[in-house]
Structures are given as structure tokens and as C-alpha cells.
Nanobody
Framework: EVQLQAFGGGLVQAGGSLRLSCAHS????????IGWFRQAPGKEREEVSL????????YYLDSVKGRFTISSDDAKNTVYLQMNSLKPEDTAVYYC?????????????????????WGQGTQVTVSS
């Protein structure tokens, strides 16, 4: 059974930092990619950062490049999102999700719908 749990959200002032953690079970890094997504009230859910721990591929939303870093710890079955220089526009509920890697190559699921397993989400609030 695939399960994911997101931790680490909180309230922080602009310019501050948070580290989100996604503990996962029921799958292996060989078979799944993991992504961080966020959704603010009334807004579309967006991909923040993706990682394929097997090949090291990473993706970042343009607005977080240079500020956020995604990483994985295979031994702990955990993926992290280090968020630095936080801005008020980063305020959202952050979710981690897992999806199967395409069978004939590629590092990430082809679409958002390919991330079929989702954690509960953790609130990140950045004040001005």
C-alpha cells in the first residue's frame, strides 16, 4: 500500500526558511517519482518541485528556482523540500505525491494525473 505523509509546514516571515518532509512507504525509488505540489485557496494546484531519486532528475517551478531544493534520503524513505528566501506568494497547502515512472524511460509521470498517490498536505504561511 502506497502511503505518504507530509510534515514541516508552519508560519514564517518573508525571507525565512522551512524544510518540508515527505515520508513514504509502499513503493521503491526505482518505480516512483515524487513531487511537491501546492495549492492556495481559489488557485490552481501547481507543481513546485519533482524528483526521481533513481536517476537524480529534478524539476523546479520557475518562481522557486534558486530558493527551493528537493532531495531524497533513500535509507529513510523520505523526500525533502528545503525552502529558503520564502515569499508571501509561497503561501499555500503543500502536498507530496508519488507516481509511477513511464515504462519506456523518462524521469517523471507524464501529467499531473500520473501522480496517483497523495499525502495529506501541510500548510505553509509566509507573512510580509
Amino acid at each position: 500500500e502506497v502511503q505518504l505523509q507530509a510534515f514541516g509546514g508552519g508560519l514564517v516571515q518573508a525571507g525565512g526558511s522551512l524544510r518540508l518532509s515527505c515520508a513514504h512507504s509502499g513503493f521503491t525509488f526505482e518505480n516512483y517519482a515524487i513531487g511537491w505540489f501546492r495549492q492556495a485557496p481559489g488557485k490552481e494546484r501547481e507543481e513546485v518541485s519533482l524528483i526521481n531519486p533513481s536517476d537524480g532528475s529534478r524539476y523546479y517551478l520557475d518562481s522557486v528556482k534558486g530558493r527551493f531544493t528537493i532531495s531524497s534520503d533513500d535509507a529513510k524513505n523520505t523526500v525533502y523540500l528545503q525552502m529558503n528566501s520564502l515569499k508571501p506568494e509561497d503561501t499555500a497547502v503543500y502536498y507530496c505525491a508519488a507516481g509511477q515512472v513511464p515504462p519506456y524511460g523518462g524521469s517523471f509521470p507524464e501529467t499531473l494525473g500520473g501522480y496517483r498517490y497523495w499525502g495529506q498536505g501541510t500548510q505553509v504561511t509566509v507573512s510580509s
